[in-house]
């Protein structure tokens, strides 16, 4: 004769294939998050401003705030033209490296895939 095997704790089997379930679901929101953090540092931005093309010698308008700037890029003898540029720094992430450039009043910061600084001074 064959022993009858011993009976399986129902509750016990059913909350731990619970916390099993529960881990992976924590670990895909988890990693979903992860991906949309990456994304939106290191993904591709829509520039709704010309900021990413200026260099030495431009002169824009800023249409934003100070916090958020819009940057247009003008002509320099615009009516409008309240800044020329100095000096950009690719790779850079902070506007310290502007404290070096003569005359410089200012600066733009971006930082992601593309890191950059604009050095400018205001032309009114």
Known sequence: MSA?????DPIASVTDAGRKRNRL?????????????AFSVFGPHDSKDDVGTLKAGDCFQNTGTTE??????LGCTAAHADYTVLKTFKDAVTGLVCSD?????GSLTQVG???F???FKETN
């Open 4 to 8: 009858i095997p011993p009976l399986q």
């Open 25 to 37: 679901i924590l670990l895909g929101l988890v990693v979903v998050l992860a991906g949309l953090v």
């Open 68 to 73: 958020t700037p819009e940057v247009k890029k």
């Open 101 to 105: 450039v003569t005359g410089a009043t």
């Open 113 to 115: 895939a593309e890191s």
């Open 117 to 119: 600084v604009v050095c």
